[in-house]
C-alpha cells in the first residue's frame, strides 16, 4: 500500500492532509480543507464544475487522485483573486450575468483564467476552445463568452462570432 498524502499546495499554501493517495482530489479540497468552491457535477470529469489548476492547467478534480498532485500547486476558485480583489474574469461574470444558478461558474472562470495566463487577448474561439467541455445547465453561454471577452478588455460582437 502507497504512503498516505499529508501535504498539499492549495492556493499558496501549505496544508495538512493525511488521506489515502488514491482519493480524489475534489474530496480533500472539499471535506478536508473546506474549500467548497470547486463543485461535485457529475463525477465523471465531463461537465467541468470541479475545475481546479494544478501548476496552472486546468484538471478535473474529480478524477485526479490526491498522489498526483503532491508536490504540486493547486489553484482553487477561492485562489483566484488578486490582492483582496476579484480576479478580473470573476468581475466581468458579475457585471455580465454569466452567473445564473451558478454551479457551473467555479470551473469556468478557474479555465478561463488559465487561458489568461497564456493569452491575455483570446479571441471568441480560443474562449470557446478553453471552455469546451464545462457543461452549464442554465444555458448561460453567450453571457458567459461575453464575461471572458469583457474580461479582456475586447470590443463585444453582437454577432458573437469571429
Not at 10 to 39: A, C, H, M, Q, S
Not at 89 to 115: E, H, K, N
Not at 118 to 126: G, M, Q, R, Y
Amino acid at each position: 500500500m502507497a504512503d498516505r498524502v499529508t501535504k498539499l499546495n492549495v492556493n499558496g499554501k501549505d496544508f495538512p492532509v493525511d488521506v489515502e493517495p488514491d482519493e480524489r482530489l475534489l474530496y480533500v479540497l472539499r471535506d478536508e480543507l473546506d474549500l467548497i468552491g470547486t463543485k461535485y457535477g457529475c463525477g465523471e470529469g465531463q461537465c467541468g464544475a470541479c475545475t481546479v489548476l494544478v501548476d496552472g492547467t486546468p484538471v478535473r478534480s474529480c478524477m485526479t487522485p490526491v498522489q498526483s498532485v503532491v508536490g504540486k500547486r493547486i489553484t482553487t476558485i477561492e485562489g483566484v483573486a488578486e490582492n483582496g480583489q476579484l480576479h478580473p474574469i470573476q468581475q466581468a461574470f458579475l457585471d455580465a450575468g454569466a452567473f445564473q444558478c451558478g454551479y457551473c461558474s467555479t470551473g469556468m472562470i478557474v479555465a478561463a483564467v488559465a487561458l489568461f495566463r497564456k493569452n491575455a487577448k483570446p479571441s471568441v474561439t480560443e474562449i470557446r476552445q478553453a471552455l469546451n467541455g464545462h457543461i452549464c445547465r442554465c444555458g448561460t453561454y453567450p453571457r458567459i463568452v461575453e464575461a471572458v471577452r469583457k474580461a479582456a478588455g475586447a470590443k463585444t460582437e453582437t454577432s458573437g462570432g469571429e
